[in-house]
């Protein structure tokens, strides 16, 4: 089959329609072995929640609600929402936050193909498991939990940190 090529506008076109059609999805920021540390030192003195997901996360999808929710409930407690999933992915990652309404919450993408570097940076014990969240206390004091967000802990502890 002989298929005519693409010039480079065409494509840069097509990915600029692709992205415009989108809405206003949330801006994923790079997220790397270092990103942690600064999103940790930007919020330093405040508590805050990192939780980690994917697309290809039932859990993780079933989550989004609540993260919204609580969000909303306890503005003063940033929920950071950060996709495993690679650059290669990133225009589904963009259609899912779409379509939850995540534009309010600051979200990241794992910007490393090699996950593994960046999962060992963020904590040395975690394997991979979704969905996992950090909630960071104002001292920063951590508790990791994996599985499903519990709603009712998770709001017991968002209360303590107003």
Not at 107 to 115: N, P, R
């Amino acid at each position: 089959m002989n298929l005519p090529s693409l010039s480079v506008r065409t494509v840069c076109l097509a990915a600029l329609l692709a992205v415009a059609s989108l809405g206003h999805a949330a801006t994923l920021r790079p997220f790397d072995s270092g990103s942690l540390a600064a999103i940790l030192k930007a919020h330093s003195g405040h508590a805050l929640v990192v939780a980690f997901w994917s697309i290809h996360c039932a859990p993780c999808l079933e989550d989004m609600e609540d993260w919204r929710a609580l969000q909303a409930a306890h503005r003063d407690v940033p929920v950071i929402l950060v996709t495993t999933d690679g650059p290669a992915e990133q225009v589904q990652v963009q259609r899912i936050l779409e379509r939850y309404r995540m534009d309010d919450l600051q979200s990241w993408a794992f910007a490393d193909e090699f996950s593994e570097r960046v999962r060992y940076a963020v904590d040395r014990t975690w394997r991979g498991e979704l969905p996992r969240t950090y909630f960071y206390d104002r001292g920063h004091k951590v508790q990791a939990r994996t599985g499903r967000l519990d709603r009712k802990w998770s709001e017991d502890w968002f209360r303590q940190q107003e």
